[in-house]
C-alpha cells in the first residue's frame, strides 16, 4: 500500500527557515506531480507549490521568492524549503501526489511560525 510520509514540520520564529519532505512509500511509480498545499485555521486550503516530474513548477504567489520546492525521483519524495517564514505561513501542510492510478495526501504536518 502506498502512503506519503512527511515529516520536518515544526515551531519557529519569524525570519527562520523549515524544510518538509514527503515521501511516496511502497510505490514503484514516479508520481506524475507532487507538492504541498496548507490549511490555516478558519480559512480554506490553498496550493503553496508542486513540481513535475519533469521538474516543471509552481508556486502561490505569497511565497515565491522564499520557498523552494525540488524532488528526488529516485526516492519518490518531495521537499519545501521554506526561508524567511512569516507569522502568515502558520498552518498544517499537506503533501499530495498524482500517480496515473490516482491522488494520494500526506496526514499532514504543523507549521508554526511565531512572531
Known amino acids: 500500500q502506498v502512503q506519503l510520509v512527511e515529516s520536518g514540520g515544526g515551531l519557529v520564529q519569524a525570519g527562520g527557515s523549515l524544510r518538509l519532505s514527503c515521501a511516496a512509500s511502497?510505490?514503484?511509480?514516479?508520481?506524475?506531480?507532487m507538492g504541498w498545499d496548507r490549511q490555516a485555521p478558519g480559512k480554506q486550503r490553498e496550493l503553496v507549490a508542486a513540481?513535475?516530474?519533469?521538474?516543471?513548477?509552481t508556486y502561490a504567489d505569497s511565497v515565491k521568492g522564499r520557498f523552494t520546492i525540488s524532488r528526488d525521483n529516485a526516492k519518490n519524495t518531495v521537499y519545501l524549503q521554506m526561508n524567511s517564514l512569516k507569522p502568515e505561513d502558520t498552518a498544517v501542510y499537506y503533501c499530495?501526489?498524482?500517480?496515473?492510478?490516482?491522488?494520494?495526501w500526506g496526514q499532514g504536518t504543523q507549521v508554526t511560525v511565531s512572531s
Open positions: 499530495n501526489a498524482d500517480f496515473h492510478y490516482g491522488s494520494l
Open positions: 511502497g510505490s514503484i511509480f514516479i508520481a506524475n506531480r
Open positions: 513540481i513535475t516530474s519533469g521538474g516543471t513548477t
